[in-house]
């Protein structure tokens, strides 16, 4: 019996056709043996390994890639939500997605082809070389220090996916919150602050289901 997959939108067309290059780059770069700072590229990879590489003093995790269609669902509700689908509708241009700590850049990938303008953050040298190999948003990825970044604000989406070890971690979490605009969206994977359940300037949407967890900034 042949199993059917029903496409809702044009949005997870594109998303689809995003996944289908990840998995083409992933067996690529596998066939090949290419090695990234702590293992193939887009391979699982099970915990949190130590980086190799000079970055170990700053307390950074390194790329850990994370399922592409966990992240799917909640790209498009945020579009749908920041352009129209469930309120506004007065876009001229597509709104602007950030993933802080953006390694050589899968989410933004599947953020572009959900409808978002995608922009990246990282330090790392290598994972920035590498997205000039299959990102076509690569000069979207800026080097710099996400915890003195200081344009969470320019961002319509923000995401993340644990980017620090330790405590650091809390301190840029709430750095973005500080900073990013009213009318953003925030996207945290393993988020390790709980300020803001009780922040009267965050209110969370509601999704069903959601793996990831979403607030929008509604006050200063």
């Not at 790392?124 to 915890?147: G, V």
Request: with cysteine.
């Amino acid at each position: 019996m042949e199993t059917k997959v029903v496409v809702s939108s044009k949005r997870e067309i594109a998303a689809i056709e995003a996944l289908t290059i990840l998995q083409f780059h992933i067996a690529s770069c596998v066939s090949r043996k290419e090695m990234f700072t702590v293992g193939k590229i887009f391979q699982p990879t099970p915990g949190l390994k130590k980086r190799s590489s000079t970055l170990d003093k700053l307390h950074s995790y390194p790329f850990i890639p994370l399922r592409p269609d966990i992240i799917l669902s909640e790209l498009i509700f945020a579009i749908e939500l920041l352009t129209g689908k469930f309120g506004r509708d007065s876009w001229t241009k597509a709104p602007k997605f950030l993933d802080a700590g953006c390694g050589p850049g899968n989410i933004m990938l599947l953020a572009g082809a959900c409808g978002f303008n995608p922009y990246g953050i990282e330090l790392d040298t290598e994972a920035i070389e590498h997205a000039k190999h299959f990102n076509p948003y690569y000069r979207n990825i800026s080097r710099r220090n996400i915890l003195t970044y200081k344009d969470y604000g320019k961002f319509d989406v923000v995401y993340y996916y644990c980017p620090i070890n330790g405590p650091k971690q809390t301190n840029f979490e709430e750095l973005v919150e500080d900073t990013m605009k009213v009318g953003a969206i925030l996207l945290p994977h393993l988020k390790k602050s709980r300020r803001i359940i009780d922040d009267e300037r965050f209110k969370r949407l509601e999704k069903t289901p959601s793996t990831i967890p979403l607030y929008m900034k509604v006050a200063e």
